[in-house]
């Protein structure tokens, strides 16, 4: 697992909505966009290369948004999913996991699941699959910040 540094005011100034990311995926090579723009300081940006390194991750850490590949060494991505739910969903709730999200001042918006599956070639039964689990969203390569960015807006704000 592999973690770019960040300023804290950075992020807050750049209003992103997706400051913490966390990419499961073997091969870190694929997401150059994510680099750069942790580079810039505009994203935490978190990479573990196989299932079980994310599920520790997940026990003491709460990201914004998970990216997790469908395929992993030591796992299916979905089989990940089931592990990392009870930790992912639970942050949102958890004060002990760094609080809400919502606060009595945004009552009405709230953000919607930040995991998403990444597969290297579309398959039908594996979005059904992904959206049936109750993920953010089934992605297919390249995929690239803007469109985690317009994926994580606050539901109020996506609904409108």
């Not at 089931?82 to 999200?101: A, E, I, N, W």
């Amino acid at each position: 697992m592999s973690t770019w540094q960040h300023d804290d005011s950075a992020l807050k100034a750049a209003g992103t909505g997706v400051p913490e990311i966390v990419i499961v995926d073997s091969t870190c090579d694929r997401y150059g966009d994510f680099v750069q723009a942790a580079q810039a300081g505009e994203v935490g940006l978190h990479f573990c290369v196989d299932g079980r390194s994310a599920v520790r991750l997940a026990r003491r850490f709460r990201a914004d948004a998970w990216l997790v590949e469908s395929d992993l060494p030591d796992m299916s991505g979905f089989d990940l999913l089931d592990m990392l739910s009870p930790h992912v969903l639970q942050g949102d709730v958890d004060p002990m996991l760094s609080g809400s999200r919502i606060s009595l001042d945004r009552v009405g918006e709230s953000f919607r699941s930040g995991v998403f599956i990444v597969s290297d070639a579309y398959r039908l039964a594996d979005e059904q699959r992904a959206l049936a689990s109750g993920v953010a969203g089934y992605l297919v390569r390249p995929v690239t910040l803007d469109v985690i960015r317009g994926a994580r807006q606050p539901a109020s704000a996506a609904e409108s």
